[in-house]
């Protein structure tokens, strides 16, 4: 097999060795002794990473997708009001889910690259009494971060429930679930947690399962409804043999060693170090010449960045970069996705990765006709890197 190109996409990302020997264990029974304790530490761990030593956590086979649908499907009954903070592809996302499911959606939304102030998101939990409010806490699709903690105290002010997506932000964003008021926050296994994709990751707030225990109508799917999974993540938590569908024994096991190198970082330890390197990734696209599709610094990521194509340069930058062995993303958002790029930088991403990255964004943008001196994107990258 050939050897792949270094990942430096927004999700999946490279592995560490610990992670991928992990995976490469022989096959366990779900029941087995070992996973289960793998299954409950994992669980365990979660609290530790979201910061929400109240919460309880599930993890269920699927993608991001699926932890979304789970969050909307249990919270949700037909005819509820939901406002959905929309700043991009992934939120649009959530707001087609709650329609599904029978929300009746209001939308406070900002221009590509930006989210809506603080007042106009005010504004409309004033105008209403939403039963959920859902942020996207990283878009992936702009690499736009939005101020969840600020924006989750104006929905508590307003009796609403928090709604976080975090596929791709938790791992590598600060967030802190209990003390931020936050109900329900889910992400995936294959970005800042830094395992294989596979793995729908959610946790939920005391809050969050007694609005689900108050329903009146059932969840109208068995797979995604916390009544089945409820009792198996309390069961592998206490070491206890439970079946409902068979877990993917190899990948919870990879991810409770992710989840492990997360805990040892320490969570504080690891965002600062996010903040570090996306300021250093910064540094190298401003000397490159290269714009942010955000539109100010803090509404931008620090696990991703969306660059708009220079001037002359097209969407065949991305296959330039690949030939000199790194991969990027091209644009996702619909209404610009053929006028940027984006680079992931997260989990296991460091100094080395980002060097070989922005070289081989320099090599690729000369390919693509794109002049500048070569050397001044890395020069930038070591220089910010050094200063710390
Ligand atoms: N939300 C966000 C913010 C994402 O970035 C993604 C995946 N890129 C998703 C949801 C969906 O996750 P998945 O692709 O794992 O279903």
């Known amino acids: 097999m050939s050897t792949p190109n270094l990942l430096m996409i927004p999700g999946p990302i490279g592995l560490t060795s610990d992670v991928l020997r992990a995976l490469s264990e022989p096959q366990r029974g779900h029941l087995?002794?070992?996973?289960?304790?793998?299954?409950?530490?994992?669980?365990?761990?979660?609290?530790?990473?979201?910061?929400?030593?109240?919460?309880?956590?599930?993890?269920?086979?699927?993608s991001g997708t699926l932890a979304m649908e789970m969050s909307v499907a249990n919270l949700i009954q037909p005819g509820d009001k939901a406002l959905v903070v929309n700043t991009g592809y992934f939120s649009d996302r959530i707001a087609t889910m709650l329609e599904l499911h029978g929300a009746q959606v209001t939308q406070v939304k900002a221009e590509p690259g930006d989210v809506?102030?603080?007042?106009?998101?005010?504004?409309?939990?004033?105008?209403?009494?939403?039963?959920?409010?859902?942020?996207?806490?990283?878009?992936?699709?702009?690499?736009?971060?939005?101020?969840?903690?600020?924006?989750?105290?104006?929905?508590?002010?307003?009796?609403?429930?928090?709604?976080?997506?975090?596929?791709?932000?938790?791992?590598?964003?600060?967030?802190?679930?209990?003390?931020?008021?936050?109900d329900v926050a889910f992400t995936a296994s294959q970005k800042a947690l830094g395992a294989p994709p596979g793995l729908a990751v959610l946790l939920a707030s005391p809050r969050a399962l007694e609005t689900w225990k108050a329903r009146t109508k059932p969840v109208a799917s068995m797979y995604l409804d916390f009544a089945q999974w409820l009792p198996i993540q309390q069961a592998y938590e206490a070491g206890t043999p439970s079946y409902f569908a068979t877990p993917a024994v190899n990948l919870i096991m990879a991810l409770e060693v992710s989840l492990g190198e997360l805990v040892a970082e320490t969570m504080p330890v690891r965002v600062a170090r996010h903040q570090r390197l996306a300021r250093a990734a910064r540094a190298a696209w401003s000397a490159l010449g290269l714009a942010s599709l955000t539109k100010r610094p803090e509404v931008t990521a620090h696990t991703l960045s969306a660059l708009k194509y220079p001037a002359g340069v097209d969407a065949s930058?991305?296959?330039?970069?690949?030939?000199?062995?790194?991969?990027?993303?091209?644009?996702?958002?619909?209404?610009?996705?053929?006028?940027?790029?984006?680079?992931?930088?997260?989990?296991?991403?460091?100094?080395?990765?980002?060097?070989?990255?922005?070289?081989?964004l320099e090599r690729g943008l000369t390919a693509a006709g794109h002049r500048f001196e070569a050397g001044v994107g890395v020069a930038a990258l070591e220089r910010a890197l050094v200063a710390r």
């Open 32 to 62: 087995d002794p070992v996973f289960m304790q793998s299954y409950g530490r994992a669980l365990k761990r979660l609290r530790e990473v979201f910061v929400a030593p109240a919460a309880q956590p599930f993890i269920v086979s699927g």
């Open 317 to 360: 930058l991305v296959k330039h970069v690949g030939a000199q062995g790194v991969n990027i993303a091209g644009g996702l958002h619909p209404a610009l996705k053929t006028t940027y790029f984006r680079v992931g930088h997260m989990g296991a991403a460091s100094g080395g990765t980002l060097l070989e990255t922005v070289g081989a």
């Open 116 to 182: 809506a102030s603080l007042d106009e998101v005010e504004r409309a939990l004033s105008s209403t009494a939403f039963k959920v409010m859902t942020i996207t806490h990283v878009d992936t699709s702009t690499a736009v971060l939005a101020p969840v903690r600020e924006l989750a105290a104006l929905a508590r002010k307003h009796g609403a429930l928090v709604v976080v997506d975090g596929v791709c932000s938790v791992g590598g964003e600060a967030l802190e679930m209990d003390a931020w008021g936050v």
